[in-house]
Each structure stands twice: as C-alpha cells, then as structure tokens.
C-alpha cells in the first residue's frame, strides 16, 4: 500500500492511496477458493466445481466485494499507522481502477482538533434560589380541585365557553383533488412564507408579507399585507396541481377578503385552473367556480388582476380545495370519527383546532355541521392537513362544579389529608423550581465556557449537528408554531442564526468530553441501568419490550449515555467553579 499526502489544512487531511492489482487479486482468489469449497452447480459433484467456472459465475461479485473490504481496510490503517482522530467518517472517492491494475482511493477527512483545557477557577456562577409560595400552593389547590370537580346538568341555553356539551358527533373528509392540502404553514412575519406547497407571486413593485396566520370558523388562513407602487399585472396565490384529466370538469373553491385598506378600482379576481378561469367576487363566505381543465394535472390558483398605481391593502386568505364535477361527492367517514355521549368542553383545549369553538351558541336538541383542518403535524397521516367535517349533535348541558378544598378532595387524590396534600404540592413545585435553578446555572456555565473556547470545530460535524436542526426548525415552519423570537426573520438570517448555534454546540460538546476524559469523569453501570428504564418507562405497556431491544443491542444504549455523561461534567464544572446563591422569588426565576 502507497500512501500520499494531498492535504494537511487545519483540522481537513486528503490523501491518495494505491493498491497493488497483486494484493487484489491474491484476496479476490482465496475468497473464490473458499465458494468452491462448497458451490453446487449443475454437472459438478458438491465442492469439485473447477476453479475457472466458479470465477465465471461469482467473479465480478467477489470482486466487488474485496474492493469494498480491501479500501475500507486500507483506510483504516492510514488511520491507524498516522494516529488521526477522524470527527467523522472519512470521505472515500475511487480515482483509478480497472481489473489487472492497481486501485486508486482519495480519501478526505477531518480529525478532531487539539482542545485546550480552560482555567476553571475564575469561572464565578450565580444559583438562583425560589421558595414555593402560598399563593403558588393555593392555586395549583384550585386547579386539583377544578379538575376533580362534578358536571351537574344545566337547563338547556345557548353553551358559552366553559360550559360541557354532552354529544354525538360523526366526521367525513370531503373529497379534495388538490394535492398540496388546505393551505398550512404560513408564518407571521415571512415575507416568503406561503403554505406549505402553495405560491405567492406578484407584480413588479410590489412587497409582501406574511402579517398574521390563525383559524376562523374551525379554518386556517393566512393574511397577505401587500404594498408598492405596482405595475399592472396580477396577484397570484397557487394553490398546486390538481389531480384531473384534461377534460374533467372541476369545482375549484378558495376563500378570499379584503381586511385592511382597499384593492384599488379596476381590481379583478378570478379562479385559475390551467388555461381556464372564472370571475369571482371577493368577499363570498366561499370563492366557487367549476371549470374544465385542459391538461392532465392542471395548476389552480386564485388570481387577482391590478392596474398599475399605488397598492396598500391586506388579503385575508383561506383554504382551497377541488372536486370532479359540479355536485360535491358524498364525503366518506373515518376510523376514530365518530362518538357517542361524549362530554365535550365548550371552547376548550385537546381537540382539533377550531372544533370547539365552533360550539359555543349550541343548544341541547340542536346539531349543527362544522369543518376543520387537521394540524399538518396531527398524529395520524391519513387525517394530518386535511380537511374535515363534522356533524355534532348536542344532548345535554352541564356546568362544571370544582369540589371544595378539604380532605375529601385530598383523599380523592390519593392523600392522607389536605395537610399532606399541601405537602405534596409544595414538594413538587420545589422540585420544579430546583430543576429550573440547574437548568439556568447550567446555561450560565456553558455560556462562561464558550467564550473560553476558541478552537476550530470540523466543519462536517457543524453541518451534520445544523442539518439536523434545521430539520426541526422546518418542521416547528410547516406546523405553524415557530418561535416568537424567530417570526419576521427571512430564510437567511434564520439559518446564519441556527448555524452558530450548531456550532457552539459542538465545540462546547468536545470541550465536555475532554475535561471529563482529563478528569476521569466515568458513567457507572448502575447510572445507566437506570437511564435504560426511565426510557422503558416512556412506553407504557412496552416496556419489556424496550428493555429487550437495549438487551439485545448494546451499543443503542450509547445514546443514553451521552447526555449523562455530559450532566456529570457540569456537576463536575460547578464544583470547581466560585457559584453564589441569591434568593429570588418564583416569578423572578421563571423570567430568569
């Protein structure tokens, strides 16, 4: 084996390495040796097939084979014999290669980087310390008691937030060709941030912005601000490709309003369907037209024709979908639809968004049929971003009456008597408060340790640890629930921003791991036996099962070990740091 130098660039090294056609052919002959020992063909006893006819048959995939073993072999021992501490798997590119002839390897890595270790004695903490209050006690008293209280019946009126509807309820999913969905996604403040699948173009002069997202009646919309000095053209809002033949008559619905400013005179709305449109009145509860696509999976859009001149006016835009035909098809019901006698919460949490909204202003006796859109993250993938609807039929009103607060509502629960229930509170929101302390002296350790930390970090490590963050960050885009500190930034500053969090991430997770290396900091056997059953426990009525996978694959513990072994560094870090305690109250710590 000949191996060259190519790169020695900071933490990158590049390298050539050849193999002799002898040393490949020598292997690739014992390995076909060995498959004559035992290969049957037809015409030839068990293990006497000849030599020529076994190479013949299995050859090229030998050969293949031992390639494959013989670079990766070869490349561990450039590893080994340089002492190279690869950050991640070497990047391995064949040159040069033909039967008979020498083979050829690039191989491209980046090794770790030499991590001093900081001077830990002048790194000075602040513990932040909270106290449970009696009126922290007293109200989470009030909520045990509200969530254990009775529903009692209530004459029959109009339900208002708050109030239980005892119902029948059974949902469909209407039919719907297009293929990107409702329309979910949108971001407040992302002038680029259509839903998801959909488009957004506009005349020349003219900027946008995402100004607000939310539901009304039980459906999602996004309002449009658009602003300049336009030049004459049309706004476009696309809405994807439609699942037609060319030919097939279509019902293309949108909803569209004007809710703030005005379109200017000479405005004109259409909808879109390839080369067919038709006039629509902005402003209808929904926008309608039935049109005949002429191409096999025609693009539909809402469109908006403008004179040229001044342009200031916000578009508040809903869902879309499509049908074939102009009478809608029966909407077909779902697994998990349908309920009877369900206790529902007027206006409530933990349904699909907007459906108990929709509600308020039921009257026992009376059923009334609303739509909702599914969250595009919603658990199950056939019902996630769609739309459905249901009809809800009310049977009974009921009020909610929390119990007193007495040793009643304490034995209810579980305890002795109020004292030790108040007990049991008071301990749980210490240990609430505890865990939030950690988290901030932590945070205030990492931060003090990366302006410590200068060292280069691999460049393939960052973009791994950023790809998988932004992968996150895309998800939290498309489920509509960005951060509020990141609404209104493009695409652009967001990913400048996440990469250096990534960054920092991994050059102060190979300062951690050196310090506990330096400093003997080990994870015991014990500490992750019980790390493998808290994970078991996240599982319930899985749990041996759980415990029978870590069994049986070792090193998918490892991903337990890390975040303890990281735990046990800061311990490690905090006791060796100067750290003050200053008492605060809840509030204070919370905001901390």
Not at 226 to 249: N, P
Not at 383 to 407: N, Q, S, Y
């Given at each position: 084996?000949?191996v060259?130098e190519?790169?020695?660039?900071?933490?990158?090294?590049?390298?050539?390495?050849?193999?002799?056609a002898g040393?490949?052919?020598?292997?690739?002959?014992?390995?076909?040796?060995?498959?004559a020992?035992?290969?049957?063909?037809?015409?030839?006893?068990?293990?006497?097939?000849?030599?020529?006819?076994?190479?013949?048959?299995?050859?090229a995939?030998?050969?293949?084979?031992?390639?494959?073993q013989?670079?990766?072999?070869?490349?561990?021992?450039v590893?080994?014999?340089?002492?190279?501490k690869?950050?991640?798997?070497?990047k391995?590119?064949?040159?040069?290669?033909?039967?008979g002839?020498?083979?050829e390897?690039?191989?491209?890595?980046?090794?770790?980087?030499?991590?001093p270790?900081?001077?830990?004695?002048?790194?000075?903490?602040?513990?932040?310390?909270?106290?449970?209050?009696?009126?922290?006690?007293?109200?989470?008293?009030?909520?045990?008691?509200?969530?254990?209280?009775?529903?009692?019946?209530?004459?029959?009126?109009?339900?208002?937030?708050?109030?239980?509807?005892?119902?029948?309820?059974s949902?469909?999913?209407?039919?719907?060709?297009?293929?990107?969905?409702?329309?979910?996604?949108?971001?407040?403040?992302?002038?680029?941030s259509?839903?998801?699948?959909?488009?957004?173009?506009?005349?020349?002069?003219?900027?946008q912005?995402?100004?607000?997202i939310?539901?009304?009646?039980g459906?999602?919309?996004?309002?449009?601000?658009?602003?300049?000095?336009?030049?004459?053209?049309?706004?476009?809002?696309?809405?994807?490709?439609?699942a037609?033949?060319?030919?097939?008559?279509?019902t293309?619905?949108?909803?569209?309003?004007?809710?703030?400013g005005?379109?200017?005179?000479g405005?004109?709305?259409?909808?879109?369907?390839?080369?067919?449109?038709?006039?629509?009145?902005?402003?209808?509860?929904?926008?309608?037209?039935?049109?005949?696509?002429d191409?096999?999976?025609?693009?539909?859009?809402?469109e908006?024709?403008l004179?040229?001149?001044?342009l200031?006016?916000?578009?508040?835009?809903?869902?879309?979908?499509a049908?074939?035909?102009?009478?809608?098809?029966?909407?077909?019901?779902?697994?998990g639809?349908?309920?009877?006698d369900m206790p529902?919460?007027?206006?409530?949490?933990?349904?699909?968004?907007?459906?108990?909204?929709?509600?308020?202003?039921?009257t026992?006796?009376?059923?009334?049929?609303?739509d909702?859109?599914?969250?595009?993250?919603?658990?199950?993938?056939?019902l996630?971003?769609?739309?459905?609807?249901?009809?809800?039929?009310?049977?009974?009103?009921?009020?909610?009456?929390?119990?007193?607060?007495?040793?009643?509502?304490?034995?209810?629960?579980?305890?002795?008597?109020?004292?030790?229930l108040?007990?049991a509170?008071?301990?749980?929101?210490?240990?609430?408060?505890?865990?939030?302390?950690?988290?901030?002296?932590?945070?205030?350790?990492?931060?003090?340790?990366?302006?410590?930390?200068?060292?280069?970090?691999?460049?393939?490590?960052?973009?791994?640890?950023?790809?998988?963050i932004?992968?996150?960050?895309?998800?939290?885009?498309k489920?509509?629930?960005?951060d509020?500190?990141d609404?209104?930034?493009d695409?652009?500053?967001?990913?400048?921003?996440?990469?250096?969090?990534?960054?920092?991430?991994?050059?102060?997770?190979?300062?951690?791991?050196?310090i506990?290396?330096?400093?003997?900091?080990?994870?015991?056997?014990e500490?992750?036996?019980?790390?493998?059953?808290q994970?078991?426990?996240?599982?319930?009525?899985q749990?041996?099962?759980?415990?029978?996978?870590?069994?049986?694959?070792?090193?998918?513990?490892?991903?337990?070990?890390?975040p303890?072994?990281?735990e046990?560094?800061?311990?490690?870090?905090?006791?060796?740091?100067?750290?003050?305690?200053?008492?605060?109250?809840p509030?204070?710590?919370t905001?901390?």
């Amino acid at each position: 084996m000949q191996v060259t130098e190519l790169a020695n660039d900071g933490l990158k090294r590049a390298y050539s390495v050849t193999l002799s056609a002898g040393d490949i052919a020598s292997t690739r002959d014992r390995r076909l040796a060995e498959i004559a020992k035992t290969a049957t063909m037809p015409g030839f006893r068990p293990g006497k097939v000849p030599l020529s006819v076994v190479k013949q048959r299995y050859g090229a995939a030998v050969l293949g084979e031992v390639l494959e073993q013989s670079v990766t072999e070869a490349s561990r021992q450039v590893v080994t014999d340089r002492g190279l501490k690869p950050a991640l798997q070497p990047k391995i590119e064949v040159v040069n290669f033909a039967e008979g002839a020498d083979l050829e390897f690039r191989m491209d890595l980046e090794v770790l980087p030499e991590v001093p270790m900081p001077e830990f004695s002048g790194i000075a903490l602040e513990r932040l310390k909270a106290e449970p209050t009696e009126e922290a006690v007293e109200k989470a008293l009030a909520s045990i008691a509200e969530r254990n209280g009775t529903l009692e019946d209530a004459e029959p009126r109009a339900a208002a937030a708050g109030d239980v509807l005892v119902c029948d309820f059974s949902g469909r999913l209407p039919a719907d060709l297009l293929a990107n969905g409702p329309g979910l996604g949108a971001v407040p403040g992302r002038p680029g941030s259509a839903p998801q699948g959909w488009s957004i173009a506009l005349p020349e002069g003219v900027e946008q912005e995402i100004a607000a997202i939310g539901t009304e009646s039980g459906l999602p919309y996004f309002d449009l601000a658009l602003k300049g000095e336009a030049q004459a053209g049309a706004v476009r809002i696309g809405f994807g490709g439609i699942a037609a033949k060319a030919g097939q008559a279509v019902t293309l619905e949108g909803r569209a309003t004007v809710v703030a400013g005005a379109l200017p005179g000479g405005a004109e709305a259409a909808l879109v369907l390839g080369g067919a449109r038709q006039g629509v009145s902005l402003g209808a509860a929904a926008l309608r037209a039935c049109l005949v696509a002429d191409a096999d999976d025609p693009a539909a859009a809402l469109e908006i024709a403008l004179p040229a001149g001044a342009l200031d006016v916000a578009l508040r835009i809903g869902p879309a979908r499509a049908f074939a035909g102009t009478e809608e098809p029966e909407a077909r019901a779902f697994a998990g639809g349908a309920a009877s006698d369900m206790p529902i919460e007027v206006g409530g949490q933990g349904f699909i968004p907007g459906f108990t909204e929709q509600m308020i202003g039921l009257t026992p006796g009376e059923s009334r049929d609303i739509d909702v859109v599914f969250p595009a993250d919603y658990g199950s993938a056939e019902l996630a971003g769609k739309r459905a609807r249901f009809t809800i039929a009310a049977k009974a009103l009921k009020t909610r009456k929390p119990r007193a607060v007495d040793d009643e509502l304490a034995k209810a629960v579980g305890m002795e008597d109020l004292a030790k229930l108040k007990e049991a509170i008071r301990s749980s929101l210490q240990r609430e408060y505890d865990s939030l302390s950690r988290m901030r002296l932590k945070r205030a350790l990492l931060d003090a340790l990366a302006e410590k930390a200068s060292f280069p970090v691999p460049e393939g490590m960052v973009e791994a640890e950023f790809a998988q963050i932004w992968q996150r960050v895309e998800a939290d885009l498309k489920a509509g629930r960005l951060d509020a500190d990141d609404q209104g930034k493009d695409e652009a500053t967001l990913k400048a921003e996440y990469r250096a969090i990534a960054e920092r991430r991994i050059r102060l997770g190979l300062l951690l791991s050196e310090i506990g290396r330096a400093n003997n900091v080990q994870v015991g056997q014990e500490e992750m036996a019980r790390a493998v059953r808290q994970e078991a426990m996240r599982y319930p009525g899985q749990e041996q099962q759980v415990l029978e996978f870590f069994r049986k694959n070792p090193q998918a513990a490892e991903s337990l070990r890390a975040p303890l072994f990281e735990e046990k560094v800061v311990d490690f870090m905090i006791e060796l740091a100067k750290v003050t305690e200053r008492q605060v109250s809840p509030e204070e710590l919370t905001a901390a």
